[in-house]
C-alpha cells in the first residue's frame, strides 16, 4: 500500500452540478469552441490533436518539459522508435507542424509552473493539467493557474486518482490538491469523466460566477417555501368552500377500502 495522504471530504454544493461523463473524450465536444486552450504535459500529443480537432481553439498553448526522449522505454516501447530517433520537441513540433506555422499554437518547453507563470494574467479559457501527478507539482500548477485562467474559464485536471494503480503504486497527489484548490478558491465540479482503469478527468469552473448557493442558503430558501406552502395550505383550509365540502371529503374517505385508508 503506497503512502497516500488522505483527501479533504467536498461539500455538496461544489458537486451539485457535476454530470457524470464515460470517458475523457466526451467533454471535448462540451467545451466551448474557439478558445485559448493550454494543456499542461502533452507527451506525443494524442490529446492535443483531438483537442485542436474538437474545440478549434483560437491559440493552443503546448507546455512540457520535451524531455521524454532521454529515458530508454515509454510505454512498453523503446523511445528512440516511438520518437523516430528524434528528441521528444523535435517529434511534438513535426506533428503539428501546420498549426505551428498558421500560429494557432505554440509550443513552451519548460517546467510547468514556470511556463504557465509567464502567461498573461486572465488570458487562458481551459486548462487542461496533465503533467507530474505529485501533490506539490499539481499544488503548485494550480496556484498559478487560478490567477491565468478567465473567470469564466475550467480547468480539467487528468489523473484524478490516488496513485499510479495497476503499475508503479507510486502515490499521486491530484485529488488531494484539487479538492483542496476547490475549497479554497471555491470552485465547483460540473464534469466527472470516468476511465478504464479509473483515471478520471474532472472538470472545474468558479462557483461563484454561476451563483451556486452554499448549502445553508439554500435550506433556507427551501425552508422559507415550506412556510409559504404551509401558509397558503391554511388559509386555503379557513376557506367557505373548503369547509362546506368537508362532509364530501369525509364521505369518500369512509367509502374507500380500509387499506387505502391506512
Ligand atoms: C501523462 S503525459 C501527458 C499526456 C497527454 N496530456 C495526453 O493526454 O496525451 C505527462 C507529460 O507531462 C510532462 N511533464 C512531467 N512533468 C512536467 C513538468 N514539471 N513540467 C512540464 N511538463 C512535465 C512529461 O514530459 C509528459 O510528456
Not at 86 to 96: A, D, I, K, N, P
Request: aromatic share 8%; proline share 6%.
Amino acid at each position: 500500500m503506497p503512502d497516500l495522504m488522505e483527501c479533504p471530504r467536498l461539500p455538496g454544493h461544489l458537486l451539485a452540478n457535476a454530470r457524470l461523463l464515460p470517458d475523457r473524450y466526451e467533454i471535448l465536444p462540451l467545451l466551448p469552441k474557439g478558445r485559448v486552450v493550454a494543456e499542461i504535459g502533452v507527451a506525443l500529443g494524442d490529446l492535443s490533436e483531438n483537442f485542436l480537432l474538437t474545440c478549434q481553439p483560437r491559440e493552443f498553448i503546448a507546455v512540457d518539459l520535451f524531455k521524454l526522449h532521454e529515458i530508454p522505454m515509454l510505454w512498453g516501447k523503446p523511445t528512440a522508435e516511438l520518437f523516430g530517433n528524434r528528441t521528444h520537441g523535435e517529434f511534438y513540433r513535426e506533428r503539428f507542424a501546420e498549426p505551428i506555422r498558421q500560429g494557432r499554437m505554440r509550443v513552451i518547453e519548460e517546467d510547468s509552473v514556470k511556463a504557465i507563470e509567464g502567461l498573461p494574467d486572465h488570458s487562458v479559457d481551459i486548462f487542461y493539467v496533465d503533467a507530474d501527478h505529485s501533490y506539490a507539482s499539481v499544488a503548485g500548477e494550480l496556484a498559478v493557474i487560478k490567477r491565468k485562467v478567465r473567470d469564466d474559464g475550467l480547468i480539467i485536471l487528468n489523473d484524478y486518482i490516488m496513485n499510479e494503480a495497476g503499475f508503479s503504486n507510486a502515490p499521486y497527489g491530484v485529488i488531494q490538491a484539487t479538492n483542496e484548490f476547490m475549497l479554497s478558491e471555491n470552485w465547483e465540479m460540473i464534469y466527472f469523466a470516468l476511465q478504464s482503469y479509473m483515471y478520471c478527468d474532472v472538470v472545474l469552473r468558479k462557483a461563484s460566477s454561476r451563483g451556486a448557493a452554499p448549502a445553508g442558503e439554500r435550506l433556507a430558501a427551501l425552508e422559507q417555501q415550506n412556510a409559504a406552502l404551509h401558509q397558503a395550505l391554511e388559509a386555503m383550509r379557513a376557506s367557505r368552500s373548503w369547509r362546506l365540502t368537508a362532509p364530501l371529503r369525509s364521505l369518500r374517505q369512509s367509502l374507500r377500502p380500509k387499506r387505502e385508508r391506512t
